[in-house]
């Protein structure tokens, strides 16, 4: 990848004089020329780390997904969920709402029409956008939490009729 190294934030600086006045139509169109390529350059190292960013997050993908297919192999079918087996359902569930959430973020900015233009999104929208991911990550939670008291619950239903199995039996 050809860009600068993260936390190299400098940039070369030409000054040309002019021939005519700094007030002047071409001092002016110079200016903005000079302007627009420091605004490109910050855009291109921004991209870069980007870039950068993606790449660590596709490996931690690729690691998380052959875990994933570890454990998929590794399931025994259990009667009941022990405490460990419930945090870390709970634990996979607080990082797959995580996931979903930047999966979401890379998505809208991709799919952005105006993403390369200085227009802004209005502030309200963004925040409203802000507010309904933040909403949507705590209703998650509270679903998953839900069915990991379900799950508990079943677990000692099923406990309390084979306890009553036993007394009828006696």
């Excluded at 809208?108 to 909403?135: G, I, K, Q």
């Excluded at 069915?147 to 199995?165: F, G, P, R, V, Y």
Aim: net charge negative; proline share 4%; aromatic share 6%.
């Amino acid at each position: 990848m050809a860009c600068r190294p993260p936390g190299s934030g400098s940039y070369t600086v030409v000054i040309i004089p002019l021939r005519t006045s700094l007030y002047s139509l071409d001092a002016l169109r110079f200016f903005l020329w000079v302007k627009r390529l420091r605004e490109l350059e910050k855009e291109k190292d921004a991209l870069c780390s980007g870039l950068e960013v993606l790449e660590k997050a596709r490996l931690w993908y690729l690691q998380r997904l052959e875990e994933n297919r570890a454990r998929q192999e590794n399931i025994e079918i259990k009667t009941g969920l022990s405490c460990q087996e419930g945090a870390a359902e709970a634990q996979s569930c607080l990082l797959r709402s995580r996931i979903q959430r930047v999966n979401g973020s890379l998505g809208s900015v991709m799919s952005e029409p105006n993403v390369t233009s200085c227009s802004n999104p209005s502030l309200p929208d963004a925040v409203a956008d802000s507010d309904l991911r933040w909403h949507n990550t705590v209703l998650t939670q509270e679903v998953c939490n839900k069915n990991h008291q379900i799950s508990i619950l079943e677990w000692e239903k099923d406990a309390l009729l084979e306890q009553l199995d036993e007394l009828q039996a006696h």
